[in-house]
């Protein structure tokens, strides 16, 4: 059974810090994987994919890596702002099907 | 463009109840899903569809009921309502059924059972 592992269950940093949140899985026959924002009430908004056979994926302030074989994803948030401040979920799915399985994610307080 | 939405957003139920949580979508996306997310737990995968006419079980799919007879709707019931089931209940879609796209999450149903 894939299972998925995020560290630090908590963080806490100041603003303007670059920071890293690391997402492991057991399986890695994974198809993609993808990381999430959820706000306190909210549902949950995706941030990147990255497909099986990319390494990475960018989108402004946030790159995201991927390494299969280890079976380790990282987050990388630059020049964190308090507007960062959420939880953050990892979530893979199995080779060509869109069911996910999720990590408990990472609570990130940015502070001013 | 109102994306996925869930009604209601908070519900609360006596043990035995029945009730039906809604989920609807105007992406004219093939495949829905809903989890619940509970302390501690995570999300985990209910159950999903891949089109309409076509649902299958997820993780923890005891208890519930879905059907989906269009592509915008996908209604999760409970049949008898727990005190285990007290959870929020998110529904998702996506325009691909294979994994290549991201997945557009409702804002939830907050359900409580008594």
């Known amino acids: 059974k894939q299972e998925v592992t995020q560290i630090p269950a908590a963080l806490s940093v100041p603003e303007g810090e670059n920071l890293v949140l690391n997402c492991s899985f057991t399986d890695s026959a994974i198809y993609n994987l993808q990381w999430f924002r959820q706000d306190p009430g909210k549902g949950l908004t995706s941030l990147l994919l990255?497909?099986?056979?990319?390494r990475e994926q960018t989108s402004g302030r946030l790159n995201a890596s991927l390494d299969k074989s280890s079976g380790r994803s990282t987050l990388y948030i630059a020049a964190s702002q308090p507007g960062d401040s959420a939880t953050y979920l990892c979530?893979?799915?199995?080779?060509?099907?869109?069911?996910?399985?999720f990590g408990k994610g990472t609570m990130l307080l940015v502070s001013p | 463009n109102a994306g996925v939405t869930q009604t209601p957003k908070f519900q609360v139920l006596k043990t035995g109840q029945s009730m039906t949580l809604q989920c609807a979508q105007d992406?004219?996306?093939?495949?829905m899903s809903w989890y619940r997310q509970d302390p501690g737990m995570g999300l985990r995968l209910i159950h999903y569809s891949v089109g309409a006419g076509i649902t299958d079980q997820g993780e923890v799919p005891n208890g519930y009921n879905v059907s989906r007879s269009t592509t915008e709707d996908f209604p999760l019931r409970l049949l008898s309502a727990a005190p285990s089931q007290t959870s929020v209940y998110f529904c998702?879609?996506?325009?691909?059924?294979?994994?290549?796209?991201?997945?557009?999450f409702g804002d939830g149903t907050r359900l409580s059972i008594l």
């Open positions: 998702a879609s996506s325009t691909d059924r294979n994994g290549n796209q991201p997945q557009h």
């Open positions: 979530a893979v799915s199995l080779s060509g099907y869109s069911t996910l399985t």
């Open positions: 992406m004219n996306h093939e495949y």
């Open positions: 990255i497909q099986s056979s990319q």
